[in-house]
């Protein structure tokens, strides 16, 4: 099992790893008590904020990421106003192969960016996110947009979910219990890492009929010396 100490200087070394962070890694701070991990400092973009986030996270050991960190966005010198914003991230969902632009609404508020609506798939809610990400202003992204998908048998539903964690090469299928309520999915067990927790809930999502995913998989370090 890894000391605090150890999964730090990892956090610290994967966030100066990484090309989106590699130029304001002296801005990031990173502390750790008893496996979670908190980053702090400021950026000035809010991909930069979730690019160290996602470096956390692929740290093994690393039970929950806390994220503390200031988005200066709008403070810097190419500033960019709200009806801006909101233009930009009309035309960067329009252009998305993978997201109905249509069926969703934009609010942007000093820079903070509210997303609404349905959609089908979940998929295509992560997908309108990730557009907008690196778009110049946008401080903070809340996403309120909802899934509705198809009917689907439940039945069905935890087969195909049991077959795509057998056939994923990063998710322990053996490790994972899998329960159906109506759309609703419920994943319990014990993973290696928070990547590993993270792809499961992704796996999980990709099957057709899943509004939502409970996702309460354990971090259990001890299973990487198995």
Not at 132 to 149: A, D, H, M
Not at 179 to 205: D, I, K, P
Request: charged share 30%; net charge negative; hydrophobic share 40%.
């Amino acid at each position: 099992m890894k000391s605090d100490i150890q999964i730090r200087e990892d956090v610290l070394e994967e966030i100066r790893w990484d090309p989106q962070l590699t130029k304001i890694a002296p801005q990031i701070g990173v502390s750790v008590k008893d496996e979670v991990v908190t980053l702090s400092g400021s950026v000035d973009y809010y991909y930069q904020r979730v690019a160290a986030e996602n470096a956390a996270q692929r740290i093994a050991g690393v039970k929950v990421v806390a994220v503390d960190i200031n988005v200066k966005g709008g403070e810097t010198a190419d500033a960019t106003t709200d009806s801006t914003i909101a233009l930009a991230i009309r035309n960067a969902l329009t252009w998305h192969s993978g997201v109905n632009e249509d069926m969703i609404d934009i609010k942007v508020d000093n820079g903070w960016v509210y997303l609404d609506g349905s959609v089908q798939w979940d998929y295509e809610r992560k997908a309108a996110e990730r557009a907008i990400e690196n778009l110049k202003g946008v401080k903070g992204i809340i996403n309120r947009v909802k899934v509705k998908p198809k009917n689907a048998e439940p039945s069905d539903i935890k087969k195909k979910i049991s077959a795509a964690f057998h056939r994923s090469a990063t998710v322990d299928a053996a490790n994972i219990s899998v329960s159906v309520n109506g759309n609703e999915v419920e994943l319990t067990g014990r993973v290696r890492s928070w990547a590993e927790r993270q792809q499961a809930e992704e796996v999980a999502l990709r099957i057709p009929g899943i509004a939502t995913v409970r996702n309460r998989l354990e971090i259990d370090s001890e299973i990487l010396a198995d």
